[in-house]
């Protein structure tokens, strides 16, 4: 009777030895899997005449062509920037009775985003009774010409990437105003301004570009 319990012993020591041998050998499944992915920030970049901008207000030579029509014959009764007269150089950009011109924005979105733009104009007069008129579109109707520049602002015009827009401005102070007694009035009061011959005025865009969500 022992020595079957013995042997029987034995052998269930046998059992849990191999149990454990077998577990130690073949352990539970397992895995891992990694990924990832990454992105860049879109660019964000503006020209503005076919310069890189880095500020969004610039100066734009509005009165450094005169012409004498707005067709772009050039004005040869007005001395120019450069010229000397009597012995003394003229070095700025002279306006009087009878000249115009034009001056462009171009814009250009670089960008890696759409934009939408805005342009927002403002003068500078020494005198306020310099009577330049801005137009920039249909100019060929009086009714499109403006005194007060702020009428033609642009805001919110959209413009994706990779667009380009241009606005021309066109400017001008007309060689005989108005009708009637106006004219009088009106040639005494551009007279004045001649007299002087030191006033100025300053035109002043400024240029704003969004990101449309």
């Not at 009597?86 to 924005?105: M, Q, R």
């Given at each position: ?9 034995g ?24 990924g ?14 076919d ?24 004005e040869t ?31 250009q ?41 702020t ?21 001008r ?14 040639d ?26």
């Amino acid at each position: 009777m022992n020595k079957k319990i013995t042997v029987l012993g034995g052998l269930l020591m046998a059992v849990v030895m191999t149990a454990y041998s077998v577990s130690g050998t073949y352990a539970k499944y397992t895995s891992t899997f990694t990924g990832s992915d990454s992105a860049r920030v879109a660019k964000w970049a503006f020209s503005i005449n076919d310069t890189a901008a880095t500020t969004n207000q610039m100066s734009f030579d509005l009165f450094k062509t005169i012409n004498d029509t707005l067709d772009g014959n050039s004005e040869t009764d007005v001395a120019k920037k450069g010229e000397t007269i009597n012995g003394t150089e003229i070095t700025d950009n002279l306006i009087a009775p009878g000249t115009k011109g034009s001056f462009a924005i171009k814009l250009q979105n670089n960008s890696e985003v759409n934009a939408k733009y805005s342009i927002a104009l403002a003068i500078a007069k020494t005198d306020e009774n310099i009577p330049l008129e801005f137009c920039t579109t249909a100019c060929d109707s009086e009714d499109n010409w403006e005194s007060d520049i702020t009428k033609l602002n642009i805001t919110d015009v959209a413009m994706n990437m990779g667009a380009d827009a241009t606005t021309t401005i066109q400017w001008r102070w007309v060689f005989e105003r108005g009708t009637g007694d106006e004219i009088a009035t009106n040639d005494v009061s551009d007279t004045t301004l001649g007299a002087k011959g030191t006033d100025t005025i300053t035109v002043t865009a400024t240029v704003t570009a969004t990101q449309v969500d």
